[in-house]
């Protein structure tokens, strides 16, 4: 293996060299022991090898013309607690069209990452990574964007109104997609007025054979879409193709109905992206967490024109905790 990042791995932006948090380049060593850090690692002499970072509560597979999204299940073993990933499939995997050819890292610190895809020389998605939050946010620039999964679709809302996943394109801004094999519940948002459309292919899971599942995010446009799971348990039956019932239900008839505070909490929160982070040390007993928020939809060239209620603004969020391991749920 080679002892230094793959030659293109790195697009540092301005500055970031010299920054302390996780920053690189020709005036100070790249970070080895940052959670991003597999996203510039040499690859490895096994061909199937994938670069896996994990933001979590999500594990992201990245490659150069996609990254796949998945959902990770735990499994508790007598010497271990892992985090465990169907590695025959993915919930989604994203892209933009035109289909990116290279990725590399923007930016890395404690809490955020970004790492953009290129098609040729041009950015043409740029995936903003937080850990522990809720959300999967990926900047497209001046391009259409593509979910794809191999599970079929058992509901499709646009803007609380049900409707048929058949090609058809709708506009709108909340975008719900209840997955069979995974019995997943995912919302997806886009810049408000952008066209979606939801292509139902028979493909299902593990099983490679025929059209997969499509979500159609626009033609051309730039603009920032969000992804979340809102629920991972929702009608809690067994996979019509395994034949088990999905690891995050508790019992086969017992679907999670008691998250009706977690999905407005994902509505509240889903105009600010955090693009930069600290962490510094107060005393001995507490450390304070520091993100920096920009609005998520402050124009679009695609849907409406000028700004939205959450647009044209940018914050900084702190909070203090005492010393000690931090556990996010989501």
């Known amino acids: 293996v080679a002892s230094q990042p793959p030659r293109g791995r790195l697009c540092l932006g301005e500055g970031e060299a010299e920054k302390g948090g996780g920053g690189g ?51 508790a073993n007598p010497d271990d607690v892992r985090s465990m990933i169907e590695p025959r499939a ?77 090609g058809s394109a709708h506009a709108g801004h909340e975008f719900v997609v209840q997955l069979m094999e995974s019995d997943m519940e995912w919302r997806l948002w886009v810049p408000p007025g952008t066209s979606v459309s939801c292509h139902h292919g028979p493909a299902t899971f593990f099983l490679k054979k025929g059209p997969p599942t499509v979500l159609r995010v626009g033609h051309k446009f730039t603009g920032i879409v969000r992804l979340a799971l809102s629920n991972n348990c929702t009608v809690a039956g067994k996979s019509v193709t395994t034949g088990q019932l999905s690891p995050h239900c508790e019992a086969e008839g017992v679907p999670r109905q008691d998250l009706d505070p977690y999905v407005e909490a994902l509505r509240e929160c889903r105009g600010m992206v955090p693009t930069s982070s600290s962490v510094s040390v107060i005393g001995k007993a507490n450390y304070r967490l520091h993100w920096h928020l920009e609005a998520a939809w402050a124009s679009s060239r695609e849907g409406t024109s000028g700004k939205s209620q959450e647009g044209g603004r940018s914050a900084s969020r702190s909070a203090t905790h005492p010393a000690g391991p931090l556990l996010v749920l989501a």
């Open 25 to 75: 380049g020709p005036s100070r060593p790249v970070d080895t022991n940052r959670w991003w850090t597999p996203a510039i690692a040499p690859m490895t002499a096994d061909a199937e090898h994938r670069t896996f970072v994990t933001p979590l509560p999500y594990v992201v597979s990245l490659m150069d013309n996609a990254m796949n999204v998945s959902y990770p299940y735990v499994q």
């Open 90 to 166: 993915h919930d989604w995997q994203i892209f933009t069209k035109p289909r990116p050819t290279s990725y590399c890292l923007r930016h890395g610190d404690e809490l955020t990452a970004s790492i953009v895809w290129r098609s040729k020389s041009d950015d043409v998605m740029k995936a903003l990574l937080s850990r522990g939050s809720p959300y999967l946010t990926v900047d497209v620039l001046d391009a259409g964007l593509e979910l794809v999964t191999r599970q079929g679709v058992r509901n499709f809302s646009v803007d609380g109104t049900a409707v048929e996943c058949d």
